[in-house]
């Protein structure tokens, strides 16, 4: 199976610098991994090497398994429209950029749905001005609308979620947004023809749920013809009861945080799921060639698909290096570490710079319990996604 180290190379072929930007990111997390991790007296910024921005709590969709929108979404109903008052004004992103710029961290917006907040271009014109990637992750229902403007600002990357051929990604995630995604490649792939250009990478994200398992190679094939850099099978985040329940007591007790996000991931849509006929559908899919990688992450041994899915409790990645390396931003302008579970908040950039933040007290707590931790990891990292992508490979897994 391809490693995620794959989309370096793949883009290497069409698109050297900015492969070159992407593996400097990929380098740095695995630098991260690999050196002791440093706490007080110590600039973070200069390891700093992806940024998160979660631009705004709304969204047009309510896929079922989404933690912030789905059935135990923790921002569904007026909440988003509440929360979306508190969206920084543009000067205090723009600053942002400019303060982490030095070090040349990728870019990775995402929401809700980025296209619902207003500034979007402007802030993606900023960051690629700055000479950094700039990259999305969207439900796609915007592209076709605004192609040509993406392609003329030579966005770099498109992370386009789409969980299964139409009925399937229709039934998971709203009728009528499969052929919005397929209008929307459609008219990209039209502009960047026009416009003579190599990007942005187009690519799509599968989650897999126990609604749409079976059904992958579908998706897959209906992808061929869309020119896509890569497509990424993201095997979940999920949690049960146990999990949830210990983290919460580590949070109040370490942290004294009350948490709420990661309950909103404890859906049982991983319920159910086959693992060996998972691990054989994968296997077929990676066998065959569709003139792009299929990553999947994290990438498992074939053996223990089943553990992934049906022990929750058991380990798969380990030693997180996200707090080492990366920022996730929120859409209230908070800054913290664990992109699906923002309750332990470092600083917010309203008040704050980046770097006061990244470097302070709450952020090096953070990094001396986790490295502590037993396997520099809390309960509640067993399925998370950033961990599933940076962690350390769990012997035998
Ligand atoms: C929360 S969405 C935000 C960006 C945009 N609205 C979209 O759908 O692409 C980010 C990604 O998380 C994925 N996602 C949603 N629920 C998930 C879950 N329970 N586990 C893992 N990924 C999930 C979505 O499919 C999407 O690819
Ligand atoms: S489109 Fe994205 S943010 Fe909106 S409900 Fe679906 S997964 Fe969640």
């Known amino acids: 199976m391809d490693s995620n180290f794959s989309l370096v190379t793949h883009s290497m072929k069409t698109r050297p610098i900015t ?75 723009k600053k942002f950029v400019d303060d982490v710029a030095p070090t040349r961290p990728t870019f990775y917006l995402w929401g809700g749905e980025p296209f619902m907040y207003p500034h979007l271009f402007e802030l993606i014109r900023h960051i690629r001005s700055r000479g950094m990637l700039a990259t999305v992750n969207t439900n796609g229902t915007f592209l076709e609308k605004y192609a040509e403007q993406i392609v003329r600002d030579q966005w770099d990357g498109l992370f386009v979620s789409l ?22 490649f459609e008219a990209l792939n039209r502009e960047k023809e026009r416009q003579k250009s190599d990007l942005p990478f187009l690519s799509v994200v599968t989650t897999v749920t126990n609604k749409n398992y079976e059904y992958l190679a579908d998706l897959a094939t ?85 553990e992934y899915y049906a022990e929750l409790e058991t380990p798969v990645r380990n030693h997180c290096p996200v707090p080492w390396c990366q920022c996730n931003v929120n859409y209230d302008g908070s800054v913290h570490f664990c992109a699906d579970y923002p309750d332990y908040v470092l600083g917010n950039l309203k008040e704050q710079s980046i770097s006061e933040i990244y470097n302070g007290e709450r952020a090096n707590k953070f990094r001396r319990e986790l490295h502590n931790a037993p396997d520099g990891m809390f309960p509640g990292c067993l399925r998370c996604y950033q961990n599933m992508l940076f962690g350390k490979k769990v012997k035998g897994f």
């Open 19 to 93: 492969s070159i930007k992407l593996g400097h990111s990929f380098l740095t997390k695995a630098m991260m991994e690999m050196f002791p991790k440093n706490f007080e007296n110590f600039d973070h910024m200069r390891n700093l090497c992806l940024v998160y921005m979660k631009l705004t709590p709304l969204c047009n969709l309510r896929c079922v398994m989404c933690g912030q929108r789905g059935d135990k979404g923790i921002l569904k109903g007026p909440v988003g429209v509440e929360e979306a008052k508190k969206i920084p004004p543009f000067e205090v992103y």
């Open 163 to 184: 969980d299964g051929f139409e009925e399937v990604n229709d039934a998971i995630r709203g009728k009528g947004s499969y052929q919005n995604v397929v209008r929307g």
């Open 222 to 306: 209906a992808m061929k013809d869309f020119k896509l850099a890569w497509h990424i099978f993201n095997l979940g985040t999920y949690t049960n009861d146990n999990i949830v329940a210990a983290q919460k007591k580590l949070m109040k007790e370490r942290f004294d945080t009350d948490i709420d996000c990661l309950e909103a991931y404890n859906t049982g849509y991983n319920t159910g799921i086959d693992g060996k006929k998972l691990h054989s559908i994968l296997d077929a899919l990676h066998g065959r060639d569709f003139g792009h990688p299929m990553v999947t992450v994290p990438t498992l041994n074939p053996e223990k698909t089943h």
